[in-house]
């Protein structure tokens, strides 16, 4: 659109313009005829969805719950064993069942399967402003002012601003009712899947999916012919545009802890004598980051692989969002010189996430506290393995003249060496896991996402957070996949007052019916059994 000086704007342009500007994304959407069956099936379903959902959202789901879980899984079934899915639970000893679904569909020779959770975080009712396993429906964000407002009839309109209310409306059981919308729109259209579609529901997630590997392992013959994974779970982009991610960020941590006197001192009687742990500890932090926030342990960015073309490329057409963060934030300055936050995100990051030593503030004493410690948090990116960069750290520490221990050091040991440090690895941490955008088993998902999204549409090659899934279906399974984020970004997920936006949860419905309905691989691959 040319952008004329207000002048030359007669008004027949202004209202052509504003014709477009208010139906350009709506013509989009009407020219897929998936999305338009999608978006039939909820101008007129639309309050029975949300009956659906709040049936769902009612069961609690806590891993650790087993019995509630269990009703989740066993609704699960329910709900796409009547929508054409041969429904199983996949079983293993100590795990919540992970509920798996497939259909397959005549001649199809691509396989798509979708990861879910069904799972979700421990939620204190205290925090809450309503009971987070009674769904409540709002007229819009509570953060706006919203009013909670009854569940809309049969044949009522419903907003696109509503919200529901309850634990798990965003994470993760919206993309559980995207799916089951889209495939009733689809079957009202009478619109086939082009591809065969499995479901993945895991069932704890949030506790980190400890035996998701061991259950794909034990149960290989179902996923061998997964061409590609679609993993929904998280939210859009910040400004609410569609996005698609292609992997997540690897995770690990170090907790230091450094030795003063063998107890608390009184800081009048040996202050500027006895040496103070906090100081000692600070000054070690300080070694580790320069004033721009980069991290100077030796080696640290060395084994990062570098971004592709095609990746960069992309990079610059996502939206700069970095003066609202700032904003929102209050940050008076950000890391790394200037670099955009999504620039960020494609290297190794070093944090303080917690210090102690002594106590504050009126619990604030005239003492030389024992011992400081510090938990310091890992981001790692493709290419860094996560024991090799804690070996790093350690080496670092090292160099500074520093003793490492891996217990409680005797006292012997603490008057042998004057700077005596205790490490402690984090024994769990995985590396990042990532696609690369131009896969080819990737590319015409987002070509044909783009298609009815238009420019809007967001990638990014990475997402901030961690996610094991990924690293086991990338890494272990061999596969690839990416993150088909369906719900709102302000959706308070793993906080009190978890909701999610109706409008999303139809843009799932939207996404999810696009995914089923891609167009035929133009090479038909090898015919799976
Ligand atoms: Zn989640």
């Known amino acids: 659109m ?22 350009g994304p709506l ?15 909820i101008a007129k379903e639309g309050p029975n969805i949300i009956g659906e959902f709040n049936r769902l959202l009612s069961i609690p789901n806590h891993a650790s719950d087993s019995m509630n879980i269990r009703k989740n899984a066993g609704l699960l079934v329910e709900i796409f064993n009547k929508r054409g899915f041969s429904m199983q639970l996949l079983e293993y000893p100590g795990s919540p069942p992970v509920v798996y679904g497939e259909r ?3 001649g199809a020779t691509r396989t798509l399967c979708f990861y879910v959770h069904y799972d979700g975080q421990p939620a204190d009712p205290s925090g809450w402003t309503n009971n987070p396993f009674k769904p409540v429906l709002y007229d819009k964000a509570m953060f706006l002012g919203g009013k909670q407002i009854p569940l809309p009839k049969p044949g009522d309109p419903v907003s696109e601003e509503w919200r529901i209310y309850a634990r798990s409306a965003s994470d993760d059981k919206a993309p559980i009712i995207s799916l089951m919308a889209a495939m009733d729109g689809l079957k009202n259209a009478g619109i086939d899947y082009t591809s065969n579609i499995k479901l993945f529901f895991d069932g704890e997630e949030e506790s980190s999916s400890p035996h998701v590997s061991a259950i794909l392992k034990k149960y290989k013959h179902l996923f061998e012919d997964v061409t590609a994974w679609m993993l929904v779970d998280g939210p859009v982009f910040q400004t609410g545009a569609p996005t698609l991610k292609f992997g997540g960020r690897g995770v690990t941590s170090m907790e230091l802890t450094v030795f003063g006197p063998i107890r608390p001192l009184h800081s ?10 906090g100081q000692m500890l600070a000054s070690l932090l300080h070694s580790m980051k320069d004033e721009q926030g980069n991290v100077l342990i030796e080696g640290f960015y060395d084994s990062v692989e570098p971004v ?8 610059k057409r996502v939206p700069s969002i970095e003066e609202t963060v700032k904003k929102d934030l209050a940050l008076g ?3 790394g010189s200037g670099q955009t936050l999504f620039q960020r995100l494609l290297l190794p990051s070093l944090t303080i996430q917690g210090l102690s030593s002594g106590n504050v503030g009126s619990l604030a004493r005239n003492v030389i506290p024992a011992t400081a410690t510090a938990n310091l948090g890992l981001r790692l990116v493709k290419g860094n393995d996560p024991e090799k960069m804690l070996d790093l750290l350690e080496a670092h520490i090292k160099k500074q003249g520093w003793h490492i221990v891996y217990g409680e050091p005797d006292r012997e040991t603490r008057m042998k060496y004057p700077k005596v440090i205790r490490v402690d690895r984090d024994p769990d941490g995985f590396p990042a896991a990532k696609v690369p955008m131009d896969h080819p088993a990737i590319l015409p998902i987002i ?24 690293s086991v279906i990338f890494d272990e399974l061999k596969k ?5 984020n369906i719900v709102n970004h302000d959706n308070n997920q793993h906080a009190e007052d978890e909701n999610v936006r109706i409008g999303n949860l139809w843009y799932g419905v939207d996404l999810m019916s696009v995914l089923f309905t891609l167009p035929k691989p133009a090479i038909s691959g090898k015919r799976k059994r």
């Open 268 to 277: 009048g009687h040996y202050g500027n004598y006895a040496p103070v742990p």
């Open 447 to 470: 070509e044909e996402v783009r298609s009815f999204t238009g420019d809007r549409l967001v990638l990014l090659p990475s997402e901030g957070g961690s996610n094991n899934i990924f």
């Open 333 to 335: 300055w950000t890391e």
């Open 104 to 106: 397959i569909v005549p």
């Open 480 to 484: 690839p996949g990416i993150s088909v």
């Open 2 to 23: 040319d952008l004329l000086p207000p002048e030359k704007l007669t008004t027949m342009k202004l209202k052509s313009i504003l014709f477009l500007m208010i139906l």
């Open 27 to 41: 013509m989009t959407l009407a020219q897929h005829k998936s999305v338009q069956a999608g978006r039939a099936w």
């Open 308 to 315: 592709s073309a095609f990746e960069l490329e992309q990079l």
